[in-house]
């Protein structure tokens, strides 16, 4: 296994520590480490070079479908392969593919393709309060993500796509659900695997997800309604999760142990 990171991490004006420490964690463990710029993937390689059939694993910025696809034949035109193929990352990084899978043990979701009417869709449902996103994240600036009024959805919409830059697949609108404050906790699958920030034990809806869910290395971001009801909140592909919670060391331990 190798671990390859976003050259555009360590490049950038301010390099991002959580990834410098990760990298020289991994060698620590043993794990050869390369780098990608993903700026430019069309011209992209690994470096340093990776063995012939090494299997790959990304970590750095999120990709949109395009640019993962870029990813995998950069990966590929190296002789290495990728633990996550392009189906495998859209499998937890897109909404419309995981929630299927894990539905009665997360908030209700209708996916409403782009150019649809949103405000009439919204109407149709009897809910008070309406979360929405697109394929992958909500927005987190400006008027936020959770709306009252059907007739907002507009509004929220165009500034989803000014400050996030693009809409991407569509948009999910889910019902929104109180959760405790402070009760979010993220959890890695590994090879099946389930594994916490720490040495408590994993809840059953994890352990459940783990079984369902066919990708080797992905996240589980898991809350308690105000009922006292575990819920999932969202999946992500574990190479573009943060380690939200997480000390370096024990990420790159589960990681480098299972693969």
């Avoid at 008027?143 to 009252?148: A, E, L």
């Avoid at 999932?232 to 331990?253: A, C, M, P, T, Y």
Wanted: aromatic share 10%; net charge negative.
């Amino acid at each position: 296994m190798r671990v390859v990171f976003a050259a555009d991490y360590f490049e950038k004006t301010v390099p991002d520590e959580q990834y410098r420490s990760e990298a020289a964690a991994f060698v620590r463990a043993g794990v050869p480490v390369s780098t990608v710029s993903v700026d430019d993937l069309s011209t992209a390689k690994l470096v340093p070079k990776p063995e012939p059939e090494e299997t790959v694993v990304y970590r750095g910025w999120m990709l949109n479908e395009a640019s993962y696809k870029q990813l995998v034949s950069v990966v590929e035109a190296s002789n290495a392969k990728p633990l996550t193929p392009l189906d495998g990352y859209l499998l937890t990084h897109h909404i419309p593919n995981w929630y299927p899978l894990v539905t009665e043990y997360t908030p209700e979701t209708i996916v409403l393709p782009e150019g649809t009417n949103y405000e009439a869709e919204l109407r149709k449902l009897d809910w008070p309060k309406f979360f929405v996103k697109d394929y992958v994240k909500s927005l987190k600036t400006s008027m936020g993500s959770v709306i009252t009024d059907a007739g907002d959805i507009g509004r929220l919409v165009e500034e989803m796509a000014k400050y996030r830059g693009e809409i991407e697949g569509g948009l999910c609108v889910r019902q929104f659900e109180e959760f405790r404050a402070g009760s979010e906790i993220r959890y890695f699958v590994v090879d099946g695997q389930p594994m916490g920030p720490d040495a408590e034990a994993i809840p059953r809806v994890v352990e459940e997800c783990a079984t369902r869910v066919g990708s080797r290395l992905f996240s589980i971001d898991v809350a308690t309604r105000a009922d006292g009801v575990e819920r999932i909140v969202e999946l992500g592909d574990g190479q573009v999760s943060d380690l939200v919670g997480w000390q370096v060391d024990r990420f790159v331990e589960a990681v480098s142990g299972v693969l």
